[in-house]
């Protein structure tokens, strides 16, 4: 066995901690669980996750220091 989906969704809030805007992630969780009381843990964890990797070098980093785009284009 591996995690439960409890131990897998509290491993992703312990990943996500450390992200300057980790409070919006877990904002958009919640509103995943607002909207779907039901939700599976795939939908919790993308919303827990789908930012961060604007917190790893290399990736887009800070949407703010893009001139308001969303992603930098290559």
Known sequence: GGLSSVGLE???LDWIASYWNAEHLILTRDWVLELDP???LA???AALTH???RNFPGGPGD?????GRCCVSA
């Open 10 to 12: 509290r491993a992703a």
């Open 63 to 67: 949407w703010r220091r893009t001139s």
């Open 38 to 40: 039901e939700a599976g």
């Open 43 to 45: 939908l919790r964890l």
């Open 51 to 53: 930012d961060i990797e």
